[in-house]
């Protein structure tokens, strides 16, 4: 796996609401925000889905995701690009809804999306657009 380097956390966390891609089996693309992520570790993201509808359909079909960041005030903006694994039990599971009910305990917490960070680029215009950091 990759790890994220510490610009592209700190962008990353500086990013709410977060918007996120997938694609079907069939390669349709959905984008969506999340206002829950969370940074596991150097390699590893955690997305809540509380309110997923297509974006569940789609990581069931393909577990492929494409998160972006932008920092206004550094001006940098990095493509996380990632595959992620799905639960609604288990350890992993049950940290995200402790998390999920810590900020807003009406929240439903239906199931938790761990990213393995697989591929970082850099997102922002210029020479270095598109260019792949990690």
Do not use: R
Not at 8 to 26: D, F, G, M, N
Not at 61 to 84: A, D, H, M, R, W
């Amino acid at each position: 796996m990759v790890k994220m380097p510490a610009d592209v956390k700190e962008t990353l966390e500086k990013q709410k609401p977060v918007p996120i891609a997938t694609a079907s089996k069939l390669g349709v693309p959905n984008v969506v925000f999340v206002g829950l992520l969370k940074i596991i570790d150097d390699e590893t993201l955690m997305i809540a889905d509380n309110f997923f509808y297509k974006t569940a359909q789609n990581l069931e079909e393909n577990p492929k995701i494409s998160i972006l960041c932008y920092n206004g005030e550094t001006k940098k903006s990095f493509q996380i690009k990632g595959t992620v694994t799905v639960s609604k039990e288990g350890v992993d599971y049950e940290a995200m809804k402790s998390w999920v009910h810590g900020v807003n305990n009406k929240l439903p917490a239906k199931a938790c999306a761990m990213v393995k960070v697989t591929e970082i680029y850099n997102a922002m215009w210029g020479p270095s657009a598109g260019k792949q950091i990690a």
